[in-house]
């Protein structure tokens, strides 16, 4: 088995097809995207395939270390990054093919009149073990 993270974006990836901002949603259709996503999870969970996953805020901070007795240096939020994530979901799973076969089930998660956002997913694999160095 092989650990992927999928990625949602904010915005940087390429527009999804039902490309209507979340907070121009309903409730009702933040509802039903949400209970997509749970039920989504839920059947992962059941196969052994999910491990995690959560969303995110839109708000955050660049940080970095700074030196020796100094405080952590902060830079932020930065709205206009093209790298928001929206949320996450770590799966394991047999293949990449697999991964990209779930990606694009999540890609299908109702949005703007309950239409499939059609949104792009980010898939990433884990590292295995550390990269090797070759001189």
Sequence with gaps: MAK?????????????????????????????HVQYMNDFAARLEKSGEFVDGQALAPEGAWVRYDGEGRPPVTDG????TKDLIAGWMIIDVDSYERAVELAGELSAA?????????????VRPFLACPPTITE
Excluded: C, Q
């Design 110 to 122: 109702p949005g703007a009149g309950g239409k499939p956002i059609h949104e792009w997913l980010e």
């Design 4 to 32: 992927y993270l999928l990625l949602k974006h904010y915005r940087g990836a390429p527009a999804p097809v039902n490309d209507v901002p979340m907070d121009r949603w309903t409730p009702e259709e933040i509802s039903a």
């Design 77 to 80: 939020p930065f709205a206009e």
